[in-house]
């Protein structure tokens, strides 16, 4: 019987982001997952690391045989849009998230938003978005590198959707953070962060 696995959220501010308890158990941990990002947040760790490429199938191997004390990192909540649903469905573990994009994104602007459509497109095709969001009011959308705000942007606007406004939030709470708000025009021509 493997020991139960810790799944603990972090924000692009790296240790400042974690919770005193959780940062004990990360130093208490023996074994250390996560993305190359996160895990560079610990360069001093001395248990064994092991950094997420790829699929997560081979992780999950990796975890269902550890029995010493282990820490899995994510971005954010590992639950929404993350790592999380896929291996808290594997493997047992307890989950504590940090915020959301969607949450720091939406503070960062001074708006609500449990009234707001929630989208991802981190990973996944556009391809039915414009049908989706039409008529909304509010969209939260998760993007990434290649399905990037000024791709986004081009896309709508092939559409016509020429009645969006953009707030664009990057790398929050990171040392290259930047939000503003953007028409989809000037969205399109813009260069973000990936």
């Known amino acids: 019987m493997s020991q139960s696995i810790k799944l603990i959220g972090i924000g692009d501010n790296g240790q400042e982001s974690l919770l005193p308890q959780y940062a004990q158990w990360i130093e208490e941990s023996e074994v250390l997952v996560g993305g190359e990002r996160v895990l560079s947040f610990f360069p001093n760790y001395s248990g064994k690391k092991i950094v997420i490429k790829g699929g997560l199938k081979k992780v999950v191997e990796q975890l269902q045989d550890e029995i010493r004390p282990t820490v899995v990192l994510a971005s954010g909540d590992p639950l929404f849009y993350g790592m999380g649903g896929y291996l808290s469905s594997k493997i047992k573990m307890e989950v504590y998230p940090y915020f959301s994009s969607i949450q720091l994104a939406f503070a960062k602007m001074g708006e609500s938003w449990q009234d707001a459509f929630l989208v991802s497109i981190h990973g996944r095709s556009m391809k039915g978005l414009a049908q989706r969001i ?29 009645e969006y406004r953009a707030f664009v939030a990057e790398n929050l709470q990171g040392e290259s953070e930047d939000s503003g708000w953007y028409e989809l025009d000037e969205m399109m021509e813009r260069e973000f962060s990936r």
């Open 134 to 162: 039409d008529g909304k009011a509010k969209v939260a959308l998760l993007t990434d590198g290649e399905n990037s705000p000024n791709q986004l942007a081009k896309y709508l606007l092939s559409f016509g959707m020429t």
